[in-house]
């Protein structure tokens, strides 16, 4: 079976948050199963070309109501999967950067889904390979379930093309969108009863899910929040009709990648049978590095995020506040940019704590594998979270997560129990309020202090928790073959 994932990121040439650490890894697992996966991308600025071996291939132009554009297509082959990448001026190749405003990000994100489709035609004929599901990613390319559809209505190759749409946050939907799909020549969404009685049809996550044969989100308990007002964000109604067709499938992470005993990056490489060379080693180097007491019965709390409102910045903040005033054994460690008022606050409380907490404002991935490496628990507070994979690498790296119970981190992280000496992978907690983080905070610190064997049996189970893309990939599989039954 071909598969032609398209994405606005992919990870390693073009990434902001999980959307590219999926289609960058995904296709790979898919590939091992015997999937011929592939990937389409915008061939942003950015890119560095001759890094990647990134090669020409063709042009075509793209015939629309605005006038003629001319799309020239690239690709390369990396880890094994070939990826294409779309230019097209003005919209594709002069950006400093993935997203911008509102304004140029819908006709260009637009102008990505009507060029696809003829790029995949391009490649039919020049390299023989045509997909039997496309897997589309977001709002960004939303629009493309629809295209298809029409397009199957004049083109017998697409009549047999199944389509997949992954939410990988629901909270950005690419609304308004009705002048730009008018003026580009979109044609009207007006025969779909589902999007025109809830006033949806400028949507394009709306219009990707009315339209797409199959709907997946990236955890199993998020495919049920976003069934609900408060995490659907206006759309769970129209989710809601299609829930014989919703699945919830968890996220992996690229285990060859984050790997803790095979990792250059780190202090010393270690494993689940000798995860003690984590703290002795890994821990000590991040406290030396940034300039903190090097102490092995201090708890390091170490944040790897991105410093905005979802990731339950407002809970965390004040709650580290807290825990540093009041105790005088606690280090914190913060990796993240993100909203200017938070970046403010991260960088003030590493001012007013500087001999027990360090901030690094940016991302440096380099700096992230230390601080997993070398953080005891790893703080993960989100308001909502469709799956998240900061816990699921610090898992892997023997620190234990502190969450909020949500989404994919409630699907991933098991709750210490107290009386349960062998059980819990990390800790939660559920109220979104700082106390509720500082309360879990103490519990967690308790525990490091007074129960170090229980503590080092979480290490260990949550090291040998498999979160590789195996068992995903094949649900996957499983989904693409009911997407492409739907066209005989």
Same mark, same amino acid.
């Not at 009549?159 to 308004?176: K, P, R, W």
């Not at 989100?217 to 964000?233: K, L």
């Not at 879990?440 to 893309?469: C, G, I, K, V, Y």
């Given at each position: 079976?071909?598969?032609?994932?398209?994405?606005?990121?992919?990870?390693?040439?073009?990434?902001?948050?999980?959307?590219?650490?999926?289609?960058?890894?995904?296709? +790979?697992? =898919?590939?091992? =199963?015997?999937?011929?996966?592939?990937?389409?991308?915008?061939?942003?600025?950015?890119?560095?070309?001759?890094?990647?071996?990134?090669?020409?291939?063709?042009?075509?132009?793209?015939?629309?109501?605005?006038?003629?554009?001319?799309?020239?297509?690239?690709? &390369?082959?990396?880890?094994?999967?070939?990826?294409?990448?779309?230019?097209?001026? @003005?919209?594709?190749?002069?950006?400093?950067?993935?997203?911008?405003?509102?304004?140029?990000?819908?006709?260009?994100?637009?102008?990505?889904?009507?060029? $696809?489709?003829?790029?995949?035609?391009? =490649?039919?004929?020049?390299?023989?390979?045509?997909?039997?599901?496309?897997?589309?990613?977001?709002? %960004? &390319?939303?629009?493309?379930?629809?295209?298809?559809?029409?397009?199957? +209505?004049?083109?017998?190759?697409?009549?047999?093309?199944?389509?997949?749409?992954?939410?990988?946050?629901?909270?950005?939907?690419?609304?308004?969108?009705?002048?730009?799909?008018?003026?580009?020549?979109?044609?009207?969404?007006?025969? %779909?009863?589902?999007?025109?009685?809830?006033?949806? $049809?400028?949507?394009?996550? /709306?219009?990707?899910?009315?339209?797409?044969?199959?709907?997946?989100?990236?955890?199993?308990?998020?495919?049920?929040?976003?069934?609900? @007002?408060?995490?659907?964000?206006?759309?769970?109604?129209?989710?809601?009709?299609?829930?014989?067709?919703?699945?919830?499938?968890?996220?992996?992470?690229?285990?060859?990648?984050?790997?803790?005993? $095979?990792?250059?990056?780190?202090?010393?490489?270690?494993?689940?049978?000798?995860?003690?060379?984590?703290?002795?080693?890994?821990?000590?180097?991040?406290?030396?590095?940034?300039?903190?007491?090097?102490?092995?019965? &201090?708890?390091?709390?170490?944040?790897?995020?991105?410093?905005?409102?979802?990731?339950?910045?407002?809970?965390? !903040?004040?709650?580290?506040? #807290?825990?540093?005033?009041?105790?005088?054994?606690?280090?914190?460690?913060?990796?993240?940019?993100?909203?200017?008022?938070?970046?403010?606050?991260?960088? #003030?409380?590493?001012?007013?704590?500087?001999?027990?907490?360090?901030?690094?404002?940016?991302?440096?991935?380099?700096?992230? +594998?230390?601080?997993?490496?070398?953080?005891? !628990?790893?703080?993960? @507070?989100?308001?909502?979270?469709?799956?998240?994979?900061?816990?699921?690498?610090?898992?892997?790296?023997?620190?234990?997560?502190?969450?909020?119970?949500?989404?994919?981190?409630?699907?991933?992280?098991?709750?210490?129990?107290?009386?349960?000496?062998?059980?819990?992978?990390?800790?939660?907690?559920?109220?979104?309020?700082?106390?509720?983080?500082?309360? &879990?905070?103490?519990?967690?610190?308790?525990?490091?202090?007074?129960?170090?064997?229980?503590?080092?049996?979480?290490?260990?189970?949550?090291?040998?928790?498999?979160?590789?893309?195996?068992?995903?990939?094949?649900?996957?599989? $499983?989904?693409?073959?009911? /997407?492409?039954?739907? %066209?005989?």
């Amino acid at each position: 079976m071909n598969v032609l994932f398209v994405s606005a990121e992919v990870d390693p040439f073009a990434k902001v948050g999980g959307l590219a650490d999926v289609v960058g890894s995904l296709p +790979k697992a =898919l590939r091992n =199963l015997g999937i011929d996966a592939r990937v389409l991308m915008p061939c942003y600025r950015f890119i560095n070309q001759d890094h990647y071996n990134i090669e020409y291939l063709f042009s075509f132009d793209l015939e629309r109501p605005v006038g003629t554009s001319v799309v020239d297509l690239y690709h &390369t082959v990396y880890d094994g999967v070939p990826i294409y990448f779309l230019r097209g001026w @003005p919209f594709f190749g002069e950006e400093s950067s993935v997203y911008s405003e509102w304004a140029f990000d819908m006709p260009r994100y637009i102008f990505f889904s009507q060029a $696809t489709l003829p790029a995949v035609e391009m =490649l039919s004929e020049r390299l023989g390979w045509f997909p039997d599901v496309m897997h589309v990613n977001d709002w %960004h &390319t939303g629009l493309l379930p629809f295209l298809i559809d029409e397009r199957r +209505k004049e083109d017998s190759r697409w009549q047999s093309v199944g389509t997949m749409i992954t939410i990988h946050n629901m909270a950005y939907q690419g609304e308004y969108a009705g002048g730009w799909l008018w003026e580009l020549g979109i044609p009207s969404r007006d025969n %779909h009863d589902g999007l025109v009685a809830r006033g949806l $049809t400028d949507n394009l996550l /709306a219009i990707g899910l009315a339209y797409a044969d199959i709907i997946t989100t990236v955890s199993p308990r998020y495919a049920i929040e976003i069934q609900y @007002p408060y995490m659907g964000y206006g759309l769970d109604d129209l989710l809601r009709t299609r829930l014989d067709d919703l699945h919830g499938i968890l996220n992996g992470i690229d285990v060859e990648l984050w790997n803790p005993e $095979t990792d250059p990056g780190i202090a010393v490489n270690y494993n689940a049978d000798s995860f003690r060379d984590k703290r002795i080693f890994n821990k000590r180097q991040l406290q030396a590095g940034v300039g903190l007491k090097v102490s092995d019965t &201090t708890p390091v709390i170490g944040m790897v995020s991105r410093l905005v409102w979802q990731k339950g910045l407002d809970l965390a !903040l004040p709650a580290l506040r #807290r825990i540093l005033e009041e105790s005088g054994d606690a280090q914190v460690v913060i990796l993240g940019s993100g909203a200017p008022e938070y970046d403010e606050q991260v960088w #003030r409380l590493s001012a007013d704590f500087r001999w027990r907490a360090h901030a690094f404002i940016g991302y440096n991935e380099a700096v992230g +594998k230390r601080i997993y490496s070398g953080c005891d !628990l790893f703080l993960m @507070p989100s308001h909502y979270e469709p799956c998240g994979v900061g816990q699921m690498i610090a898992m892997r790296y023997g620190a234990l997560p502190l969450v909020r119970e949500t989404g994919g981190l409630a699907d991933t992280v098991q709750n210490y129990d107290n009386d349960l000496a062998d059980h819990g992978t990390g800790f939660s907690f559920q109220w979104q309020e700082p106390e509720a983080v500082v309360n &879990t905070l103490r519990w967690a610190m308790t525990t490091f202090r007074n129960n170090p064997d229980a503590w080092q049996r979480m290490q260990e189970r949550a090291m040998r928790t498999d979160f590789s893309w195996s068992k995903s990939a094949r649900e996957y599989v $499983t989904l693409y073959d009911q /997407a492409k039954a739907r %066209h005989p």
